[in-house]
């Protein structure tokens, strides 16, 4: 969906949510209620791409009694903000994005939020996919503090033009059939640095990621129990088997120089949430119709999915409401997902035409709507756990240091727990 997506920040960690205190971006919500009648002022704190922009004005002009304000940061900065504000009382927006990587842990703190079942709210739970309803609902199930805009349904990204170059099939169903596995993905790598002398992925991050969203268990248990020995193993041990294979341009995510090499072409595939499309046509538009999307090795997996949430502290609560209940109908979502991508969360609208017939020419007119729902509707997805965003990075950061060479492999995993065990101690 957007920039910054849970779990796939390298290089800034996450801070547990419940110590949050670094000023994120200015502009919180309205200081003083607004008159009956009169101007309100809405403001919506987020960070990437929601499509927001043109639903901006659409919005207005249906209700000219309303101002939106759109407030874009960066994914952990917005996130810190938040929880500032909520400490402090006063200042968050009127409503706040909220990322699946933090949500377990702001869903905790249910009663900094407006309890959307007392809006009505409950009318929409059969409308969403059972399991992303239940990941904004307090514990008690008495609370809901969100309404989630999308999920982040798997595949793969590839340049066919890279692709041929060096020998490969371009076709994307004979793409998928080259690596059914992670391991023949890594072997279809080294197929193709042998012939390019180039890098296959961007990062080798980008690869423990999506393989740990595949297993049953990935950092934490619903009893916030800390798992290495499981999923994170399995995954890290492949991880560093690609290393090893040299495919891993060691690109951090996000950075100037990842986004340069989309447009310089120095890697070829990468993991490919629906929401990555937006970004990819945003960060290289030179490099339309030389993308395809194909299957993800393994099958499945989840990156990204967020919320939107109305602070209780606000003084425009149900305005507010009016505005994110807007936001989160079809013709909204619909729009959203041809514009950036992002998938819609509530799956009737994937046999919806607008959707299930939709083509991207950017990525040579891959089917991608039938693509992402086919994903979405699959996913049995990880509990993410109140630690999982620090957990994680700390555990990026050695699969980093193994790539830079600082971090002999044959004592990374080893780091890892020691690093993870801390990270989840903090």
Not at 86 to 96: C, K, N, T
Not at 312 to 326: H, I, P, R
Not at 334 to 343: A, Y
């Amino acid at each position: 969906m957007r920039l910054h997506r849970s779990g796939w920040v390298v290089a800034t960690a996450l801070v547990a949510v419940g110590a949050l205190t670094l000023a994120g971006c200015k502009g919180g919500g309205s200081d003083e209620p607004a008159k009956p009648g009169g101007p309100v002022e809405l403001k919506i704190a987020f960070w990437g791409d929601f499509g927001l922009d043109e639903l901006k004005a659409k919005y207005e002009a249906a209700n000219p009694n309303v101002k939106i304000v759109l407030n874009s940061g960066e994914y952990n900065a917005q996130h810190e903000d938040l929880q500032k504000k909520l400490i402090a009382g006063s200042g968050a927006p009127d409503i706040a994005a909220i990322d699946e990587g933090f949500i377990v842990s702001f869903r905790s703190q249910a009663d900094k939020f407006v309890n959307l079942l007392d809006k009505g709210a409950s009318k929409y739970q059969d409308k969403y996919l059972g399991w992303k309803w239940k990941q904004s609902l307090s514990a008690d199930g008495k609370t809901q503090i969100g309404l989630g805009t999308d999920v982040g349904g798997l595949a793969m990204c590839y340049r066919t033009d890279l692709f041929k170059a060096a020998g490969l099939p371009t076709e994307r169903d004979k793409v998928s059939a080259l690596w059914p596995t992670w391991d023949e993905f890594i072997k279809t790598g080294q197929n193709y640095t042998a012939k390019s002398k180039k890098k296959f992925v961007d990062n080798a991050t980008n690869l423990f990621n999506p393989i740990l969203g595949q297993q049953p268990v990935g950092f934490y248990d619903e009893s916030e129990t800390l798992k290495m020995d499981g999923g994170p193993k399995a995954a890290f041990d492949l991880t560093l088997k690609a290393i090893d294979a040299g495919l891993s341009a060691n690109l951090p995510a996000w950075s100037p120089e990842w986004n340069a090499a989309f447009v310089k072409g120095d890697f070829a595939v990468l993991a490919c949430p629906a929401w990555m499309q937006g970004h990819i046509k945003n960060t290289a538009p030179d490099t339309a119709g030389k993308w395809d999307v194909a299957a993800i090795p393994g099958g499945g997996g989840n990156w990204g999915g967020s919320f939107l949430t109305v602070p209780k502290q606000g003084k425009n609560v149900d305005e507010a409401y009016k505005l994110l209940e807007w936001l989160i109908q079809p013709e909204q979502q619909i729009e959203i997902f041809k514009k950036v991508g992002n998938l819609p969360s509530q799956p009737a609208l994937y046999k919806d035409p607008a959707i299930a017939d939709f083509k991207n020419p950017f990525f040579s007119d891959a089917p991608v709507g039938a693509i992402f729902s086919k994903t979405a509707e699959g996913l049995t997805p990880q509990y993410l756990g109140k630690k999982n965003g620090p957990t994680r990075v700390a555990v990026e950061n050695v699969i980093n240091s193994v790539q830079a060479g600082t971090t002999k492999a044959a004592d990374a995993w080893a780091q890892a727990v020691k690093e993870a065990e801390k990270a989840s101690k903090a």
